[in-house]
C-alpha cells in the first residue's frame, strides 16, 4: 500500500522548457508535501514545499501546485536548465513529523 | 562542516554479521530519521526520533533492526545478522523540530552484505 505515488519513472526535456513532475497521495492526513532533489551519491536536498491549506507556493524557477480534491500535487520548473537533472522526490508528512516519500522521478535536461 | 555527517560512507560485510551506522546530526535539531534506499526504488522510512519522546518504530523491517539515540545527538542503527536484502544505501536526516519542516540529509551509508 503505497501512499505516495510517483507515477513516471523518468522525464527528458529539452533545456528551457517546462518540466512537470507529477506526485499522487491517498492519505488525507498528510498535512504538508515537500519536494527533495537528489545528486547521485548525495543525500536528498530540499527544494520547495506547501502546506496543505494552501494551493500554490513558488520559489523562484520551482512552483508547487496542490489539488486537495484530487489528492495529487505537481512540480513545474520553467526555465528547465541541465543543472535541474537529478532525481525528484515528492514527500508527504503528517502534523506528528511521520514523513512517506515517493520513488522519485528522474529528470534529464538536454542541452 | 554544519551538515549531518553518516560513518562510514560504505560498509561492506559478510551475511550473518553485525553492523552498526552512525548519524551525526546538525546542532539544535530535535528531530532525526533513519531511511533505507534499495537499488532503484525511494526512500523508506524506519525510524524516527523526536526529543525525549518515544521513537516511531514503525517502519523498521524486522527485529533485526534496531535504532537508539542520545539525547538530542548522536544516533546509531544496527542491524544484526545481516542478510543479502539489507543492501542499500542507509540515509539519516535531521530537523529542527517534526511537522512540515525540511529535512537535512546525510550522504548516506552504502551497505553492501556478501
Known amino acids: 500500500d503505497q501512499q505516495v505515488k510517483q507515477n513516471s519513472p523518468s522525464l527528458s526535456v529539452q533545456e528551457g522548457r517546462i518540466s512537470i513532475l507529477n506526485c499522487d497521495y491517498t492519505n488525507s492526513m498528510f498535512d504538508y508535501f515537500l519536494w527533495y532533489k537528489k545528486y547521485p551519491a548525495e543525500g536528498p536536498t530540499f527544494l520547495i514545499s506547501i502546506s496543505s491549506i494552501k494551493d500554490k507556493n513558488e520559489d523562484g524557477r520551482f512552483t508547487v501546485f496542490l489539488n486537495k480534491s484530487a489528492k495529487h500535487l505537481s512540480l513545474h520548473i520553467v526555465p528547465s536548465q541541465p543543472g535541474d537533472s537529478a532525481v525528484y522526490f515528492c514527500a508527504a508528512y503528517t502534523n506528528a513529523g511521520k514523513s512517506t516519500f515517493g520513488d522519485g522521478t528522474t529528470l534529464t535536461v538536454k542541452p | 562542516g554544519a551538515g549531518v555527517s553518516q560513518s562510514p560512507s560504505n560498509k561492506v560485510t559478510e551475511k550473518g554479521k553485525d553492523v552498526e551506522l552512525r548519524c551525526d546530526p546538525i546542532s539544535g535539531h530535535t528531530a532525526l530519521y533513519w531511511y533505507r534506499q534499495r537499488l532503484g526504488q525511494g526512500l523508506e522510512f524506519l525510524i524516527y526520533f523526536q526529543g525525549n519522546s518515544a521513537p516511531d518504530k514503525s517502519g523498521l523491517p524486522s527485529d533485526r533492526f534496531s535504532a537508539e539515540r542520545t539525547g538530542e545527538s548522536v544516533s546509531t542503527l544496527t542491524i544484526q545478522r545481516t542478510q543479502q536484502e539489507d543492501s542499500a544505501v542507509y540515509l539519516c536526516?535531521?530537523?529542527?523540530?517534526?511537522?512540515?519542516?525540511?529535512?537535512?540529509f546525510g550522504d548516506g551509508t552504502r551497505l553492501s552484505i556478501l
Open positions: 536526516a535531521s530537523t529542527v523540530v517534526s511537522g512540515g519542516q525540511p529535512q537535512h
